[in-house]
């Protein structure tokens, strides 16, 4: 097995979320009375598996499944929860909260030496919602699909990122919140994949799996310096 040399990381519900604030200050302003957005958030981000598990949906199809569920976890109207995200979202990203842990794993990581980028599935404004979320400086390479054109768990997207900070896949490992997307890309591109476990909520099996961003750096670390 090659020497970890570096990692990639998805964005969205990996290192950053969405910034229930604004999105509920949005929603208190059409009247609503939003309850436990980030505990929606989180169960909409893990039925992204079992739903998806068959068929990877267009981008109006994610979409339409996205609000209908998040909707359902929410208790609120759907149409009205979609207007009050894309005006908020169209004001400034909603997904620009650093989730905790975030900067400390990316700081203990470049100082260890290893190199690590981005490679989300985004509509060109990620690089943006890292900066704002203190991350951005930490990356030598952001990979934002809406720029690119190709997505996850098409394996064609990561070459995007290896190529410029010179990685073979085999010396690389990259970590996300689904399997269908993050894991399958990267496994089918011969990256190693991780799956971020944030709030225990996960059903779908991975033979690799971390309920921290901590956790995560102790593994890298260990496995850069053997």
Not at 74 to 102: F, M, N, T, Y
Not at 112 to 118: D, H, P, Q, T, Y
């Amino acid at each position: 097995m090659s020497r970890l040399r570096g990692v990639l990381f998805d964005a969205g519900g990996t290192l950053v979320q969405l910034h229930v604030e604004r999105l509920a200050d949005a929603l208190r302003a059409r009247g609503a009375d939003p309850e436990d957005l980030d505990g929606a958030f989180w169960r909409t981000l893990v039925h992204m598996d079992a739903a998806f598990a068959g068929e990877i949906p267009n981008a109006d199809g994610w979409a339409a499944w996205w609000f209908g569920r998040l909707a359902e976890e929410s208790g609120l109207d759907v149409a009205l929860l979609s207007e009050a995200w894309r005006k908020a979202d169209d004001a400034q990203h909603l997904w620009d909260a650093a989730i905790p842990g975030a900067i400390e794993c990316l700081t203990r990581l470049r100082e260890g030496g290893l190199k690590i980028g981005v490679v989300s599935n985004a509509d060109g404004r990620i690089e943006e919602a890292l900066a704002r979320a203190g991350l951005a400086d930490f990356f030598e390479v952001v990979v934002d699909s809406g720029v690119v054109g190709v997505a996850k768990p098409d394996p064609a997207i990561f070459d995007h990122a290896l190529r410029p900070l010179d990685l073979a896949p085999e010396e690389t490992w990259y970590i996300g919140d689904t399997v269908v997307f993050d894991a399958a890309g990267a496994d089918a591109a011969g990256l190693t994949s991780w799956i971020i476990d944030h709030r225990g909520l996960h059903t779908v099996a991975h033979p690799r799996r971390v309920s921290s961003l901590s956790l995560f750096a102790d593994a890298a670390l260990r496995a850069a310096r053997s």
